[in-house]
């Protein structure tokens, strides 16, 4: 098993920046991918950031989505199972809840909800205009 606690969300101006983060424990040996979803209300969960820690060559590869794209960075920490996502330029329409997922074990490392094995409960983030 494995349990993901993220942190860091908040209210902030349009405009402005914040920091998540996402810690990994229990079974994280093989963990490959890290990611962050989220998910406005009536909208569907929606993939933002992912980046591939496991070994090789695609070792810390990452993906954005297209509204994020300059905006947000996801990095992990000096090879620990903890990622952060940096957010500037934050826009009304960041707000959401932030989820972080990872997949353990074989994975294409995409934005798709489906592939991945566990979430972490959700970190809310308020961008005000």
């Known amino acids: 098993q494995v349990q993901l606690v993220e942190s860091g969300g908040g209210s902030v101006q349009a405009g402005g920046s914040l920091r998540l983060s996402c810690a990994a424990s229990?079974?994280?040996?093989?963990?490959?991918?890290m990611a962050w979803f989220r998910q406005a209300p009536g909208k569907e969960r929606e993939g933002v950031a992912r980046?591939?820690?496991?070994?090789?060559?695609?070792?810390?590869?990452?993906t954005y989505a297209d509204s994020v794209k300059g905006r947000f960075t996801i990095s992990q920490d000096n090879g620990k199972k903890i990622v952060y996502l940096q957010m500037n330029n934050r826009k009304p329409e960041d707000s959401a809840m932030y989820y972080c997922a990872v997949i353990t074990g074989l994975g294409r490392c995409s934005l798709s909800t489906f592939e991945y094995d566990y979430w972490g409960q959700g970190t809310q983030v308020t961008v005000s205009s």
């Open positions: 980046i591939y820690i496991g070994g090789g060559i695609g070792g810390g590869s990452t």
């Open positions: 229990g079974y994280t040996h093989n963990i490959n991918c």
